[in-house]
């Protein structure tokens, strides 16, 4: 299992498909070395932040999350709690796209420690933001009731006691799952210049209001809200895995996921004009301002 799990430790730009499945149907014998991997990665975080093309840490989160391993949520919390240059090194847009469905698919029953790690003020910011998408998502999937969440995300508007960044999380949030008991909260926030409004505005909130709770709760169960349940399907499209010029495969883990956001350009009379590959942290194509993720890549 050692040597299988050193085969895919570095990304050479091809997709292991065959590894993943092999290491997939050895899962007993994989979760311990998985363990190690990020134990290793936890204690050494240098080592592996100077390694651009290195991957194993990142499919060991995919891998546990999906064997639902109860050990790798402490794991990923102290991991978490390290500075965030050490954090963007070492997860790159992992930590915004994936890290809060990787704290909710092993979520055990105990809400506590994520709300520590929400108002831990220590904690790098996109990491608190991480655990508050993942009270989101639980919610989502049926494992907390809303009316909880809803409830602690009110507690935090009112407490004002967060920077913008985790603010604006909180209010993306309840957006998603209809913000209708804090809408006088989230004016408040916006009345205090709390939250970012080029990712979430006033407006974007009443629009929500305006259609039915049932259909917005609807809507966000899926896509981005799920948890994780394929390794395979869920790193198989990843942009490093398909550019053509292997020679610089995977060498920025920020680049991963940009191949499922290919927007294509369509006028009314011509075929395709252009074509063009966008993050989901990157600016909208459309102007708005916003990142693509809270605009049209939603």
Request: hydrophobic share 35%; aromatic share 10%; net charge negative.
């Amino acid at each position: 299992m050692k040597s299988l799990l050193e085969k895919i430790s570095y990304n050479d730009g091809e997709f292991p498909r065959r590894e993943l499945e092999e290491i997939i149907s050895r899962k007993e014998e994989a979760i311990p070395e998985l363990l190690n991997i990020l134990q290793d990665v936890s204690d050494h975080p240098e080592k592996y932040s100077e390694q651009p093309n290195y991957f194993g840490h990142i499919y060991a989160f995919y891998l546990l999350a999906q064997f639902r391993v109860k050990e790798l949520n402490p794991l990923f919390f102290r991991i978490l709690k390290m500075p965030g240059e050490m954090l963007e090194q070492l997860l790159g847009d992992f930590l915004t796209e994936a890290g809060g469905r990787v704290i909710a698919t092993n979520y055990d029953g105990n809400i506590e420690p994520l709300k520590e790690m929400i108002e831990d003020e220590k904690v790098y910011s996109y990491a608190r933001g991480q655990f508050v998408s993942a009270l989101t998502i639980l919610v989502l999937n049926n494992q907390i009731e809303r009316e909880v969440v809803i409830d602690y995300y009110q507690t935090l508007l009112r407490g004002k006691s967060l920077i913008q960044d985790v603010f604006t999380e909180v209010v993306i949030c309840c957006d998603r799952l209809y913000p209708v008991e804090v809408y006088e909260d989230i004016k408040s926030a916006y009345r205090n210049d709390l939250i970012d409004s080029w990712m979430i505005n006033l407006g974007d909130i009443e629009r929500t209001l305006a259609q039915s709770k049932e259909e917005v709760l609807s809507k966000n169960t899926h896509g981005y809200d799920r948890l994780i349940e394929n390794t395979i399907e869920e790193l198989e499209n990843w942009h490093c895995f398909h550019q053509k010029d292997k020679r610089g495969a995977g060498n920025q883990l920020e680049k991963m996921f940009s191949s499922e956001k290919a927007l294509t350009f369509r006028s009314t009379n011509k075929p395709i004009v252009n074509e063009v590959q966008i993050g989901r942290n990157d600016p909208c194509i459309c102007g708005s301002g916003k990142k693509y993720k809270k605009c049209c890549g939603k």
